[in-house]
């Protein structure tokens, strides 16, 4: 199962970001736990310079901006194939 985190304080990108990723995940039909990330102290634990972040199993794949759905299906399924 995938851990993804989405960094960020609560900000509307943030909060499109954490939607954006449901999405995906219930369009792939997959099993994945989605943590949401507000505390400044855990968030400077990645190496992002703005929020939003997303965060695929420990692996930061996007920050600093809102991706489309399609980037991130791909980088889930990569992660998937990854396994």
């Known amino acids: ?3 993804i985190k989405v960094l960020g304080t609560g ?3 943030c909060k499109r970001l954490e ?3 449901h999405k995906v995940i219930s369009d792939l039909a997959i099993e994945a736990e989605v943590v949401k990330v507000t505390d400044y102290g855990k968030i400077m634990e990645y190496p992002i310079l703005s929020t939003p972040g997303l965060v695929i199993n420990e692996q ?3 920050f600093g901006r809102v991706p489309t759905p399609p980037e991130v299906t791909t980088w889930i399924s990569n992660a998937l194939e990854a396994g």
Do not use: G
Request: hydrophobic fraction near 50%; include cysteine; glycine fraction near 0%.
């Open 11 to 13: 900000c509307a990108n």
């Open 19 to 21: 939607q954006i990723t």
């Open 1 to 3: 199962m995938l851990t």
């Open 60 to 62: 930061v794949v996007c």
